[in-house]
């Protein structure tokens, strides 16, 4: 019996997910069907359920049910306690378990893929949503030397930094406290690019040899990473590396296997670029 997964989502029907587990079972040997299936807004906790009765293994979930999956379920790693959202199910324990594996692939994207060791960094993480709170504690763990949350409503961004002042001291604020500093690492996780809106970032906040990562990704060069270019930062990436490596991080949760992100990535670059 082929085993069952799905990614939710509304809209859900451009989702890469499908393209990405075909490629990551047809590497693992593993026999299993991926399918992209549309939750209505208000019923995400039906549609998931009709699944599992279904015999589905387990499931993504992404916008606008990240919470709302958190909510489903009977367990919860640790990382996705700390994120408030879930974007991976797992249906084969008793009740749901609920895992987050955005930030490890986040993580996993810069330092494996880009080959940029998070270790002794300063980072800034720009936006304050649900995001923003989905990858800081995985970027917490790398040893950073400093976490810096900037947003344009600076209030949120010192919440934010509250929930994880038990694990690092997070420095946070709007954009402009950010002015007269430099950051290695500075990470777009607003959604500012989704309506086409500049950041107002300060100048000068990009070190020498600094990365800018935008977690959303698109044909072409982002906003944030035009812009990021523009103030001289050295290297630039966009989230489609994390996609693939949030996708075979949950794999590994589902499936006890890690594929290899790095050709599928390639893959997709392809794709997008035709
Ligand atoms: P998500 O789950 O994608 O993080 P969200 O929770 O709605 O979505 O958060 C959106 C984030 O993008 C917030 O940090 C938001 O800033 P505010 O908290 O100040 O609203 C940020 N954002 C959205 N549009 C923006 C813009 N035009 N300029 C700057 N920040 C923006």
């Known amino acids: 019996m082929t085993d069952r997964y799905c990614v939710f989502g509304n809209p859900v029907a451009h ?11 047809a590497q693992c040997h593993q026999d ?56 991976t199910l797992d249906f084969t324990g008793s ?14 994207d810069i330092e494996v893929n880009l080959g940029f060791p998070l270790a002794g ?41 509250g929930q994880f002042s038990d694990l690092a001291t997070v ?14 690492v500075v990470i777009n996780a607003t959604s500012a690019s989704l309506s086409g809106a500049a950041l107002p970032l300060p100048a000068g906040i990009f070190a020498p040899g600094s990365l800018a990562y935008d977690m959303m990704y ?6 944030f990473l035009a812009l990021a270019r523009e103030q001289g930062a050295a290297h ?19 499936r006890g296997v890690r594929p290899d992100g790095a050709p599928v990535l390639a893959a997709l670059r392809e794709q997008l670029a035709a």
């Not at 009740?95 to 996993?108: E, H, Q, S």
């Not at 989905?134 to 810096?148: H, K, N, S, T």
Request: proline residues 3%; hydrophobic residues 45%.
């Open 32 to 87: 299993l069907s991926y399918e992209a299936l549309l939750a209505p807004l208000d019923g995400f906790s039906a549609t998931a359920r009709e699944f599992v009765a279904a015999g589905g293994k387990g499931a993504n979930v992404t916008l606008p049910f990240k919470e709302e999956a958190f909510g489903l379920c009977t367990r919860r790693s640790a990382r996705a306690e700390r994120a408030g959202a879930v974007n």
């Open 236 to 254: 630039l990436a966009d989230g489609l590396g994390m996609l693939v490596e949030q996708a075979a991080e949950a794999f590994l949760v589902w």
């Open 218 to 223: 698109g044909k072409g060069e982002t906003p």
């Open 121 to 161: 960094k300063r980072l800034l993480l720009l936006g304050a949503g649900g995001a923003a709170r989905g990858v800081i504690a995985p970027i917490l763990e790398r040893q950073l030397a400093g976490l810096f949350i900037a947003n344009r409503n600076g209030d949120k961004a010192d919440a934010l930094a």
């Open 95 to 108: 009740g749901i378990f609920g895992d987050n594996t955005d930030g490890a692939g986040l993580v996993r």
């Open 171 to 184: 420095d946070a604020g709007n954009f402009a406290k950010t002015a007269g500093r430099t950051f290695d």
């Open 15 to 25: 989702s890469r997910s499908p393209a990405i587990h075909a490629r990551f079972a």
